[in-house]
């Protein structure tokens, strides 16, 4: 039988701290409660999904390689900060052939000036930001019609 496809959703610096984090922003949801809630969309939809966390810029770059070598369907990655500076991480996108969806609870857009430059966004498939943690359901919803599935 065939493998079941798998999405990798990504999560970078201070989103383990979703719920404490100035919930004004980023709403009172817990990264694991947004897990839950797309593990079981991405489930309904016969997908798995690899959901990870990580402070450190190398993970992210690392598990993106990972994602592309495994032959993920798709990777949903918040890289939150690291959106903004990381060159390395848009190396990284342009690097690997998986299709990322760049995601963000709040709108950066509406935000400070230095949230409003995404390298992650100049490398990245599409993005969607704005909706809370609707984000990465929406997200999910578009990797599985980019995937066919
Ligand atoms: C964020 C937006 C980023 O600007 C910020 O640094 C984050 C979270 C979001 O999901 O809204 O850490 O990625």
Known sequence: MAETPTIY?????NLNLL???EPDIYGHDTLDDIAGRVEDAANE???????????HEGHLIDWLHEANA?????????????????IALYDAIK??????????????HTREEFRHRSYVGMAAKGSIAGFGANSYLLALRAALDLAGL
Request: hydrophobic share 45%.
């Open 9 to 13: 959703v990504l999560n970078g610096p």
């Open 19 to 21: 719920g404490l984090r």
């Open 45 to 55: 939809a016969g997908v798995d999904v690899d959901f990870r966390q990580s402070n």
């Open 70 to 86: 495994m032959g993920a369907k798709a990777v949903l990655l918040n890289a939150g900060a690291f959106t903004h500076s990381s």
């Open 95 to 108: 690097a690997i052939s998986v299709p990322v969806i760049e995601v963000h609870l709040s709108n950066p």
